[in-house]
């Protein structure tokens, strides 16, 4: 149990297009999602915590703008990078945590690579 | 506000020996402590966490983790390593007043056959 799924695993783009990366609990229902990224041989960067319904909570120095964060339902978020550059090439990874499934520890996707050339 | 520290960026091992990844915390209160393991390209999967209980916690894959409250300590252990256990762990940290799991730096094992 307690499965996410992210989509795609891997994406190239142009810069200045938009890229939509779907963060999906399979088999339990997600209230809070979280959304970290991870640059080469470094750490996961908490990115933003969005709670089901509500608007997502961003880490101080992460431009809301930029990353679009949608938690429409208790299944699925989304990321949307608007106007893409080179330098938010990156490894994105979400979390969930689910009601009723709230045993500390978060479960995670296996993570989008975005690419921007 | 919580932090965790690894203090090893690499850590290598001949495969049979037992090998350690340490991992030191803070928080303001009780915390949850946590590992995860990351293979190349891949998302992070859950070894094991300490929430309360006994100190010495099991989990997957042959691993255990102590905490030490008076060190501040979670260090990762693990009797006898194999080759596949060659990857990046992370240790991590959650106050369980608060909603966030902050991440170390994250350690890569190398196991050497």
């Known amino acids: 149990g307690a499965v996410v799924s992210q989509h795609p695993s891997w994406v190239i783009c142009k810069s200045g297009t938009s890229v939509k990366i779907e963060c999906r609990s399979l088999?339990?229902?997600?209230?809070?999602m979280f959304w970290y990224r991870q640059f080469p041989k470094q750490s996961l960067m908490l990115m933003a915590t969005?709670?089901?319904?509500?608007?997502?909570?961003?880490e101080q120095g992460v431009e809301k703008d930029k990353f679009l964060i949608n938690h429409a339902s208790l299944t699925l978020s989304t990321l949307t990078v608007t106007s893409a550059h080179p330098e938010d090439s990156s490894f994105y990874i979400c979390?969930?945590?689910?009601?009723?499934?709230?045993?500390?520890?978060?479960?995670f996707g296996e993570g989008s690579r975005l690419t921007v050339l | 506000a919580q932090s965790v520290a690894q203090p090893e960026d690499q850590v290598n091992v001949a495969e049979g020996n037992p090998l350690t990844v340490k991992c030191t915390y803070s928080?303001?209160?009780?915390?949850?402590l946590f590992w995860y393991v990351q293979y190349p390209n891949r998302g992070l999967q859950f070894l094991l966490k300490?929430?309360?209980?006994?100190?010495l916690v099991k989990g997957s894959y042959g691993f255990e983790a102590e905490f030490n409250k008076s060190q501040t300590s979670f260090h990762l252990k693990k009797p006898s390593a194999l080759v596949s256990d060659s990857a990046l762990y992370f240790c991590?940290?959650?106050?369980?007043?608060?909603?966030?799991?902050?991440f170390g730096k994250g350690t890569r094992l190398h196991i050497l056959p």
């Open positions: 300490y929430i309360t209980g006994d100190n």
């Open positions: 991590a940290v959650r106050d369980i007043r608060g909603d966030k799991i902050i």
């Open positions: 928080v303001s209160g009780n915390p949850y």
């Open positions: 969005s709670n089901e319904g509500s608007k997502a909570t961003y």
């Open positions: 088999d339990f229902q997600a209230t809070t």
């Open positions: 979390s969930a945590r689910g009601r009723g499934l709230d045993t500390g520890e978060l479960f």
